[in-house]
C-alpha cells in the first residue's frame, strides 16, 4: 500500500519560510517517468499545481505563481520529496498536497494524471 505523509506546515507571517517534506512508503518512484510533485488548494478555489520533480530529479516545473520563490528537489534514498517555501505571501495560504505517479511530462499540472495523494498539510501565511 503506498503511502505519501506530508510534514511542515504551519503559521507564517508574510516574506517568511516554510519547507515542506513528504516521505513516501510502499514503493519508490524512481521509474521512467515517476514524478513526484506538489498541489495546494485554497478554500473556495480548484486544487492547483504548484511543482513537480522528475525521478531523477533532473528536470522540475514550476507554476507561474512560484517561480523563483519555491524550489521541489527530493532524496530517492529516502524517498523523501522537499518543497521549499521562500518569501512567502498571503495567496500562498492554503493545504498543500504531496503526489505521486507515472506522468508524462507534458501532463505534470494535471492532478488527474497522479496516481496517489497525501492527506495534506496547512500552510497558513499572514499579512
Known amino acids: 500500500q503506498v503511502q505519501l505523509v506530508e510534514s511542515g506546515g504551519g503559521l507564517v507571517q508574510a516574506g517568511g519560510s516554510l519547507r515542506l517534506s513528504c516521505a513516501a512508503s510502499?514503493?519508490?518512484?524512481?521509474?521512467?517517468?515517476?514524478?513526484m510533485g506538489w498541489f495546494r488548494q485554497a478554500p473556495g478555489k480548484e486544487r492547483e499545481f504548484v511543482a513537480a520533480?522528475?525521478?531523477?530529479?533532473?528536470?522540475?516545473l514550476y507554476a507561474d505563481s512560484v517561480k523563483g520563490r519555491f524550489t521541489i528537489s527530493r532524496d530517492n534514498a529516502k524517498n523523501t520529496v522537499y518543497l521549499q517555501m521562500n518569501s512567502l505571501k498571503p495567496y500562498d495560504t492554503a493545504v498543500y498536497y504531496c503526489?505521486?505517479?507515472?506522468?508524462?511530462?507534458?501532463?505534470?499540472?494535471?492532478?488527474?494524471?497522479?496516481?496517489?495523494w497525501g492527506q495534506g498539510t496547512q500552510v497558513t501565511v499572514s499579512s
Open positions: 503526489t505521486a505517479g507515472q506522468v508524462l511530462t507534458l501532463r505534470r499540472t494535471n492532478a488527474d494524471e497522479y496516481d496517489y
Open positions: 520533480i522528475s525521478w531523477s530529479g533532473g528536470s522540475t
Open positions: 510502499g514503493r519508490t518512484f524512481t521509474f521512467s517517468n515517476d514524478v
